[in-house]
């Protein structure tokens, strides 16, 4: 069992910044693969992000490379995702993943947090 607990999420300007965390519950959390995923009303969910399982490689959606980081601390079972320059188009729940699997812009994921709001004003 993986559990995960999304925090961070709130409302911001475009242009602003915002730093998702996830804390997951898990005995070993080194052995996944982990990532964001996001959902806009009315639309599928979608991949943001992905990090390997000690950190040293890392995937982004291409609406999202050079403004987003994701990075992990295995010490404390975090993954976070650092968010710069906000643009309207990145309202969405934001959804903390276990487990992922898959290559470009599609991955699935056996594992889900309950998701966190972000919303960006104009």
């Known amino acids: 069992q993986v559990q995960l607990v999304e925090s961070g999420g709130g409302l911001v300007q475009a242009g602003g910044s915002l730093r998702l965390s996830c804390a997951a519950s898990?005995?070993?959390?080194?052995?996944?693969?982990m990532g964001w995923f996001r959902q806009a009303p009315g639309e599928e969910r979608e991949f943001v992000a992905a990090?390997?399982?000690?950190?040293?490689?890392?995937s982004y959606a291409d609406s999202v490379k050079g403004r987003f980081t994701i990075s992990r601390d295995n010490a404390k079972s975090t993954v976070s995702l650092q968010m710069s320059s906000l643009k309207p188009e990145d309202t969405a729940v934001y959804y903390c993943?276990?487990?992922?699997?898959?290559?470009?812009?599609?991955?699935?994921?056996?594992?889900w947090g309950q998701g966190t709001q972000v919303t960006v004003s104009s």
């Open positions: 898990v005995r070993a959390f080194n052995s996944y693969a």
């Open positions: 990090i390997s399982r000690i950190g040293g490689a890392a």
């Open positions: 993943a276990a487990n992922l699997r898959g290559s470009g812009n599609y991955y699935l994921a056996d594992y």
